[in-house]
């Protein structure tokens, strides 16, 4: 059974981020509804798709002012890499790792969405940032520094202040 269905509450109304997310969803319940022979040929396709996806996201932040080793980035680097070595203890035959996987992984994504995700999408409508060009409307509002958290003010500490967001006019 399907453990993590798309719902409003994942929009970040940002269309092409909002696309990818939805099929991260789909991707994820194909690999829940998956069988024991189909199940490591859908980590795979789900693994494929967030190379992309995480790939895009890291794309972004660069082109806008996050540091390339920031907590958001990173943690794409984690997941990755943890989504392949499941591929490999699947291949193995241990599908149960991957089936806890995908569980965790349900468990994970809305709160990236949520709260990672949901800082960059504000950050790229603040400095008008179009997804399909890469162009900067509003380079003013770009960070006068490198952002090193997530883009959050959680993110923030004494020594690295959060960049304030600015809201889409």
């Given at each position: 059974?399907?453990?993590?269905?798309?719902?409003?509450?994942?929009?970040?109304?940002?269309?092409?981020?909002?696309?990818?997310?939805?099929?991260?969803?789909?991707?994820?319940?194909?690999?829940?509804?998956?069988?024991?022979?189909?199940?490591?040929?859908?980590?795979?396709?789900?693994?494929?798709?967030?190379?992309?996806h995480?790939?895009?996201?890291?794309?972004?932040?660069?082109q806008?002012?996050?540091?390339?080793?920031?907590?958001?980035?990173?943690?794409?680097?984690?997941?990755?890499?943890?989504?392949?070595?499941?591929?490999?203890?699947?291949?193995?035959g241990?599908?149960?790792?991957?089936?806890?996987?995908?569980?965790?992984?349900?468990?994970?994504?809305?709160?990236?969405?949520?709260?990672?995700?949901?800082?960059?999408?504000?950050?790229?409508?603040?400095?008008?940032?179009?997804?399909?060009?890469?162009?900067?409307?509003?380079?003013?509002?770009l960070?006068?520094?490198?952002?090193?958290?997530?883009?959050?003010?959680?993110?923030a500490?004494?020594?690295?202040?959060?960049?304030p967001?600015?809201?889409?006019?």
């Open positions: 059974m399907t453990e993590l269905l798309w719902s409003d509450a994942l929009l970040l109304d940002l269309p092409a981020m909002d696309e990818t997310h939805r099929e991260f969803v789909d991707l994820l319940a194909v690999v829940a509804e998956a069988d024991d022979a189909g199940l490591c040929d859908a980590w795979s396709a789900l693994i494929d798709h967030t190379e992309g995480f790939g895009q996201e890291d794309r972004w932040m660069r806008t002012g996050f540091a390339s080793g920031n907590c958001h980035a990173t943690q794409h680097q984690v997941v990755l890499a943890t989504l392949r070595e499941g591929l490999v203890l699947g291949r193995a241990h599908l149960g790792v991957v089936r806890r996987l995908a569980h965790e992984l349900a468990i994970w994504f809305p709160q990236h969405a949520q709260s990672m995700d949901a800082a960059l999408a504000l950050h790229l409508r603040g400095v008008g940032f179009d997804l399909g060009t890469g162009q900067v409307a509003r380079p003013e509002r960070p006068g520094e490198e952002i090193h958290g997530c883009g959050s003010a959680a993110c500490t004494a020594e690295q202040p959060a960049e967001a600015h809201a889409a006019d």
